[in-house]
């Protein structure tokens, strides 16, 4: 939890995240008020202005989408060559890296982890825990956000539990 002058707070329930989830269907059953994750952040400036930083926790819920773990949308940066730093707080979950050309990598986040993510690569959480997954995250204030390129084609690795069991699939 941040707390200071100037944090904001950023909800997404199940229902925004329309085209995330392998089984749209799914998504579209769930009950109109089912969080999926927030973003509490600090932006000290105009979000464009080059040299700041933007400061962030990310707390994504436990559960699935059919059997699709809760997940962010993902996104490249819009300044395509931005990095970004994210840090395990509480719960366990998965950081997939994606490049231009659908290369993935995936990390395990736990409280601790630290993880850069450099530029044009694409970013998303995956909660695979029973609990809610916390993760801190700076970024530059001219970073900006693509997600359009992810909602046409998607990340190339969906994340699904079955019976209890964590189960990382390539979908090309
Ligand atoms: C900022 C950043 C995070 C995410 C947050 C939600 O560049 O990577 O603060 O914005 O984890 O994910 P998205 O933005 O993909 O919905
Ligand atoms: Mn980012």
Known sequence: MLRGEGCIVETRRVTDLKGVFADDAARARCPADRIAY???????????????????????????????????RGHFHANADRGEYY?????????????RDRQSSVQRV??????????????????TGEQALAVGACWPSDAGHDYDSIASAGFSVRVYRRNGEISIERVG
């Open 87 to 99: 840090w395990g707080i509480e719960g366990v979950g998965l950081l997939v890296l994606m490049t």
């Open 38 to 72: 927030s973003v509490q952040m600090h932006r000290a400036t105009a979000d464009g202005t080059t040299g700041g930083l933007f400061f962030g926790v990310t707390r994504i819920e436990p559960g699935t989408v059919g059997d699709e773990c809760f997940m962010t």
């Open 110 to 127: 736990e409280p601790g982890s630290l993880h850069y993510i450099p530029g044009h690569t694409a970013h998303r959480l995956i909660n």
